[in-house]
């Protein structure tokens, strides 16, 4: 599980996963995006969201900040090849 905080307009990098992916919106609030769609998808305390596998997609936090849990399951190796072996 994963806890990602994002400041003020803050986003993630580009994301998509090989597994199914779910977040929770534990603090403050801001947009999903579905990069394969263009769908966008408001996102509030207390959101879940449920990614499906291979699907390109982003958060953007809004004006207060967000902190979200989550993350793909199992989980990506590719997220963690920066730690080194």
């Known amino acids: 599980m ?4 994002l400041d ?11 597994s199914e992916c ?8 801001g947009t ?3 990069l394969d ?3 966008s998808y408001d ?3 207390g959101s879940m969201f449920l990614i499906e596998p291979a699907t390109n997609y ?4 809004g004006a207060g900040g967000a ?6 399951c199992p989980p990506d190796p590719s997220l963690y090849a920066h730690l080194g072996d």
């Open 58 to 61: 982003r958060f953007i936090a």
């Open 8 to 18: 003020p307009g803050g986003r993630t990098v580009d994301l998509s996963h090989e």
């Open 43 to 45: 996102a509030t305390i």
């Open 37 to 39: 769609t263009d769908e």
């Open 32 to 34: 999903m995006v579905d």
């Open 67 to 72: 902190v979200l849990l989550g993350g793909p």
């Open 2 to 5: 994963h806890l990602i905080t």
């Open 22 to 29: 779910v977040y929770h919106v534990s603090t403050g609030s």
